[in-house]
């Protein structure tokens, strides 16, 4: 089969698109040994649509000035034969791009609510928790901003899981690599870290939550300046430069992740590699892969209203001991499906069963 992907170009100012080609490119040998072409490609051109599949990604539609001709020539271009996916690469679980669903033939996105139900509904802030702190707590965001919601519910079964962010590099020099890939494209630099921090009980802090707060819309940062100011008897929550957080996270026995634009967070992976263990805002509604968010199991969890936010905290603290073992089950995991071999055999597994849908 022959493969082309259009995609944003410039991998460094853009994480979204850099994190889901990432084990593309890590495992393409496999993928094209296994009888596919792949093609990368940056413009529309012609010969884009001489294809068996193609493959857009959704970060280069928002790069461009006019969608709708960029809409139009796809509809114009695309056979019978052509297989037409969409990639919604955005790091969030929700705002579907209903335009591309009614006439793509599949709709990939890395993390989709388990209830598909909810995108027939409009969510204030795009999010289904931004549209919770509305209701909840009737924060109003100065740019307000409303999900499209889908109005066939056939529409629903294009959508399909496909990978998330968990799979790129998150080591101290990922930054790094991050962008003499996007200068060389050389697959050189696509390797995930291998220096990881074992979790143990010698770790001198408690908690590292090092946040910013600052975002365009206030339904989007109402959570991360709600927890700041509960942990302002525990810790400081300004960041630091990249060096210096990623030591106080190896020495720390808990880690806070609050959501940002998004759900998932580089903090959770960074998390996973340095040790410990993972605090996080309830991830139930949530179906992605690899699953990374077991309650219990590989991280801990509180609710969206941060009612209990401070008793789980306190919890955990008293009781490192016994959750240092989710530290422990979390990391296991995420060497599992990034390290080696049979993390390349994974997900080209993954992308080839996603093809043939």
């Not at 001709?69 to 052509?82: A, F, G, M």
């Not at 889908?150 to 590099?169: A, F, R, S, Y």
């Not at 707060?213 to 942990?231: D, P, W």
């Not at 340095?274 to 609710?303: C, H, R």
Request: aromatic share 16%.
């Amino acid at each position: 089969m022959k493969i082309n992907l259009l995609l944003n170009n410039n991998f460094f100012r853009d994480h979204c698109t850099y994190s889901f080609i990432y084990p593309i490119i890590n495992s393409i040998h496999l993928i094209r040994e296994s009888g596919n072409d792949l093609n990368f490609f940056y413009d529309v051109k012609k010969n884009i649509f001489d294809c068996d599949m193609l493959i857009i990604d959704s970060r280069y539609i928002g790069k461009i000035k006019n969608i709708n001709e960029c809409i139009d020539l796809v509809r114009k271009n695309k056979s019978k034969n052509l297989k037409l996916i969409f990639a919604d690469t955005a790091d969030n679980s929700g705002q579907i791009k209903t335009d591309f669903l009614s006439f793509v033939d599949l709709y990939w996105k890395g993390q989709v609510l388990k209830n598909k139900n909810e995108y027939m509904k409009p969510h204030y802030g795009g999010r289904l928790f931004t549209n919770f702190y509305k209701k909840k707590f009737n924060v109003i965001d100065k740019n307000k901003q409303m999900s499209e919601s889908v109005k066939n519910k056939d529409l629903l079964k294009k959508i399909k899981v496909c990978w998330n962010m968990g799979l790129c590099d998150h080591g101290k020099f990922s930054h790094i690599k991050q962008r003499l890939y996007s200068i060389f494209k050389f697959n050189f630099f696509i390797n995930n870290t291998k220096n990881f921090f074992l979790p143990n009980k010698n770790r001198k802090l408690n908690i590292s939550c090092r946040i910013g707060t600052k975002y365009e819309r206030e339904t989007v940062s109402f959570q991360r300046i709600k927890i700041s100011k509960l942990l302002e008897k525990y810790i400081i929550t300004t960041k630091l430069s990249r060096f210096k957080y990623l030591n106080e996270l190896s020495n720390s026995k808990y880690s806070i992740s609050p959501f940002g634009w998004g759900e998932l967070c580089p903090r959770d992976f960074e998390t996973f590699i340095n040790g410990a263990v993972l605090i996080k805002p309830d991830m139930e509604t949530i179906d992605t892969w690899p699953n990374w968010y077991i309650q219990n199991k590989t991280y801990l969890s509180f609710d969206w209203d941060l009612k209990n936010f401070i008793t789980r905290l306190e919890f955990a603290l008293g009781n490192y001991k016994k959750f240092k073992e989710i530290a422990i089950n979390a990391q296991k995991r995420y060497l599992y499906y990034t390290q080696g071999k049979e993390s390349q055999e994974l997900f080209a597994k993954r992308f080839l069963e996603l093809i043939k849908k």
